[in-house]
């Protein structure tokens, strides 16, 4: 038993090792192949910040205000959805981050300077915030959903692009993000709909 562990353990160190190294080599060709746009990412990192989603949570809820019945009710149900839920997929990459505490790219490979992003890296707090923002409103405005799952791919990319993540940081992100969206969704919000219509 003792030994099926110690083979098991060693595997899972392997592995591990392996896929450090990957991380670190992929990371660095996406990074030197996507140099020469340079500019466009910094603008879609900015873009997909944590203030911007919560400016268009509120856009689309009072939007919802100038539509017809049935589209105001899904406008605001949206925006509120939406709203509460950025804070709460903030929550959980901050807390992620904390207990992983992986450092960003910048303070183990010299060749990314290019940004000084504070804080840890694993898991992209970009990318969790763009899948999960792209999931909840695909849920809503289903015509929409490619498009938005496309600019999450972005600004995911965007985040490699200009050396503030590793490639498995925004994996994660991307992963945790649909997660967090699909239990987001999961929970009685349709029905909080009148009440929601009824306060504003």
Known sequence: ??????????????????????????????FNTLAVATPIWILLSNVGSMVVWLFVAAGIFFWGQFSSMGRKLR??????????????????????????????????LSVFELVHDYGTSMPSGHAQMAFMAAMILGYYYPKARTPLLAFAVLI??????????WVLD???GAANGLLIAALWLG???NRMGDTIQKIF
């Not at 591990?16 to 992929?26: E, H, K, N, R, W």
């Not at 990319?157 to 993540?165: D, E, F, K, Q, Y």
């Open 156 to 165: 995911a990319l965007s985040r490699v692009g200009i050396g503030a993540h």
């Open 1 to 30: 038993m003792r030994a099926e562990f110690e083979i098991v353990a060693a595997y899972a160190i392997t592995m591990a090792y392996g896929l450090f190294i990957v991380d670190q080599s992929t990371s660095l060709l996406i």
């Open 170 to 172: 925004v994996l994660v």
């Open 187 to 189: 929970l009685p919000w």
């Open 75 to 108: 406008g605001r149900t949206a925006g509120a959805v939406l709203f509460f839920g950025i804070w709460f997929n903030a929550a959980v990459a901050f807390l992620l981050k904390n207990m992983i505490a992986r450092p960003r790219p910048p303070y183990e």
